[in-house]
C-alpha cells in the first residue's frame, strides 16, 4: 500500500504530505527466495504471489481455513481486472531497499522470533537504506518474543511508547 501512495503523490508532485513512515513488521521481501539467498531482489510483484501471500499473511493470523480460501477466491477472481494497473509496482520489501528515496524518518518495528518477516531480511533492508540516503532518520526496535504483528499485543507498553515517541519527534 505504501508504494502505491508513493507513487501516486510522486506523479502529483506533493512527496512533501508524507512526514513518516511506521513499518510493523515489514515491509517483506516476496518470498523465501530472498531469505534463502541472503539476497534482497528487485523483481516486480507477480499474479500467482498475491493470493499465495494473503495465504500466508491470513494463516499467521489464526484465519479459519474456509474464509482464507474464499478471500483467495475473491482475489483470483479481481485480479485481472486490477492487476494491469498496479503490474509495475513492486512488493514493499524491494521497493524500500531498491526504489524508495523518501527524506522523512522510518519507524522500523520487527522481531526476530516473527516466522513470516525474517529479521535478516529487514535490517538488509536497513543497511540498503542508510547507504543510499545516509542523513535519513531510521529507527529500528526489535521485539523479544512477538510473532508476526504482535508486538502491541506481546509488548503494549513500548511499542506505545516507541510509536508516541517517534510521532513527536516529526
Known amino acids: 500500500m505504501y508504494q502505491h501512495l508513493y507513487y501516486t503523490l510522486a506523479q502529483h508532485n506533493r512527496l512533501d504530505l508524507i512526514k513518516g513512515l511506521i513499518l510493523d513488521s515489514g515491509p517483506g521481501p516476496m518470498g523465501c527466495r530472498d531469505n534463502f539467498f541472503k539476497k534482497n531482489y528487485t ?3 507477480s499474479m500467482v504471489f498475491l493470493p499465495i501471500a494473503l495465504y500466508s499473511v491470513n494463516a ?3 484465519i479459519p481455513l474456509s474464509e482464507n480460501l474464499r478471500q483467495m477466491k475473491d482475489q483470483f477472481k479481481a485480479l485481472p481486472k486490477h492487476y494491469k494497473y498496479c503490474h509495475n509496482v513492486p512488493w ?3 521497493f524500500l531497499t531498491h526504489e524508495e528515496k523518501g527524506e522523512w524518518p522510518i519507524l522500523l ?3 526476530k522470533e516473527d516466522v513470516l518477516m525474517p529479521y535478516t531480511y529487514l535490517e538488509r533492508m536497513v543497511e540498503y537504506q542508510t547507504k543510499r540516503n545516509p542523513g535519513r532518520n531510521i529507527v529500528t526496535n526489535r521485539f523479544s518474543g ?3 504483528v504482535a ?3 506481546k509488548s503494549p507498553e513500548k511499542y506505545t511508547n516507541t510509536v508516541h515517541s517517534f510521532m513527536k519527534s516529526l
Request: hydrophobic share 15%; no cysteine.
Open 43 to 45: 523483481d516486480k510483484t
Open 60 to 62: 499467521a493470523n489464526k
Open 92 to 94: 514493499t520489501g524491494p
Open 109 to 111: 518495528l520487527y522481531s
Open 146 to 148: 512477538s510473532g508476526h
Open 151 to 153: 508486538h502491541l499485543k
